[in-house]
């Protein structure tokens, strides 16, 4: 892998882990210095919700600026700044609930601007032979986070005060710079090019949700990643209930299980990537959409086995699951970085983004609703039932049954 990869790969890790923890921190100011209610608690994620939303909505345009290296660099500082502020607003005991729901509003939605610039970076740094490998390494790198960072913040939360905390996730966004500022060099003969490209066919506001519909290959790709996210999310929302109270699985089983899931699930998508890259994508799409139901399967499975079993089986069908949303992330990343021009990349993530991830809160919204009438385990079955749909739409496309291995395409 060229140097400028590695500095890109440890400014996302710096970027990603600060938001992850402070998305897991935030909750838990929220009940222990603030002490506020259930409802109130709950309304955080409204605001990271909202927040991702606003800005993939009304900062489509920037998504495609040539100034790309400016634009993440401020994305990393006014982070920086905004916890900054706020360490000094706990600091002096004046961090109050608005402040509280405008920061979440804020971190969130900076940090999904960023995340869709940096997609749309990659394929104009990063030679055409080294982005399926760097998309397995970015996708495996929020795998990571998303496994350590839950015990870690934890662990942080409760060595040192808060106040304390958000100096580091500010020196940490700071840092992140590292990212952009080593790609400049690069992209500055890419943006002159961008700079002169002509946009007739790729111009206005809404180009990239257009480009998007009117694609053979994103458009069906992208209804399945909708459709999945959607069952997952209720899935999600299910499975813990499922776990906790109709089995003998206690909280500690269902960390230690997931950490063990989220650790094998890293080392079979790692070992299996080269393989992946001389397969046809059509056929991985489909098998990495079908085997999240195996993996339910197994969860579901557990409750006849002993405690040490029923672990082992829960954290390997978590494997095969994480694993399997790995190898099918970055294989959806790369077409998208091989086949969607650069001109339309970055409003083109950010409209991919709205859909797919504007789906994850109707998901648990129909989990809630099921589980009013249904048990635990009844809702976990039609749950997995309605997941084995997820593929229709890339079964059905013959653009993307055309597709040649990764290596090839391009």
């Known amino acids: 892998m060229p140097n400028i990869f590695r500095a890109l790969w440890s400014g996302e890790l710096l970027s990603f882990t600060s938001t992850q923890f402070i998305l897991f921190i935030l909750p838990v100011i929220a009940i222990s210095s603030l002490n506020l209610e259930n409802s109130q608690v709950s309304a955080i994620n409204v605001a ?148 002169k490209v002509s946009e007739d066919t790729h111009t206005g506001y809404w180009a990239g949700l257009t480009f998007l519909v009117r694609d ?69 799409l489909i098998v990495t959409f079908l085997l999240p139901v195996v993996s339910g399967v197994g969860i579901y499975i557990s409750q006849y086995f002993n405690n040490i079993f029923s672990i082992v089986i829960v954290g390997v069908s978590l494997a095969l699951w994480s694993s399997s949303m790995m190898i099918n992330i970055s294989i959806s990343e790369t077409l998208k970085h091989l086949l969607v021009p650069h001109n339309v990349l970055g409003r083109f993530s950010m409209s991919q983004r709205l859909l797919t991830w504007g789906a994850d809160p109707l998901g648990a919204v129909l989990s809630s609703f099921l589980l009013a009438y249904l048990q635990a385990g009844t809702v976990f079955i039609v749950f997995l039932l309605l997941l084995c749909v997820s593929p229709l739409w890339v079964i059905v496309s013959g653009e993307i049954r055309k597709l040649p291995v990764l290596s090839e395409n391009g």
């Open 48 to 195: 990271v919700g909202v927040g991702t939303l606003s800005f993939l909505l009304l900062l489509q345009r920037l998504g495609d600026s040539h100034k790309k290296i400016m634009l993440l660099s401020l994305c990393s500082l006014i982070r920086a700044l905004l916890c900054f502020s706020v360490s000094y607003l706990l600091a002096i005991g004046e961090f109050k609930i608005v402040f509280l729901f405008f920061f979440a509003f804020l971190i969130s939605g900076i940090t999904v601007f960023y995340d869709s610039l940096f997609s749309s970076l990659i394929p104009a740094v990063i030679d055409k032979k080294y982005i399926p490998r760097a998309n397995r390494w970015f996708a495996s790198l929020h795998s990571v986070a998303d496994i350590v960072v839950g015990a870690a913040a934890g662990v942080a939360f409760g060595m040192m005060n808060s106040s304390n905390l958000f100096i580091i996730f500010g020196v940490l966004y700071a840092l992140s710079l590292i990212g952009p500022v080593s790609a400049a060099r690069s992209y500055r003969g890419v943006a002159d090019t961008e700079q």
């Open 216 to 284: 053979n290959i994103q458009f069906p790709l992208t209804k399945s990643i909708v459709y999945f996210n959607f069952i997952t999310s209720g899935i999600q929302a299910v499975y813990i209930i499922y776990l906790l109270r109709n089995t003998d699985f206690s909280v500690l089983s269902l960390g230690v299980a997931s950490s063990l899931g989220g650790v094998l699930g890293i080392i079979l998508a790692h070992f299996s990537g080269r393989k992946i890259d001389t397969l046809k994508p059509y056929y991985v």
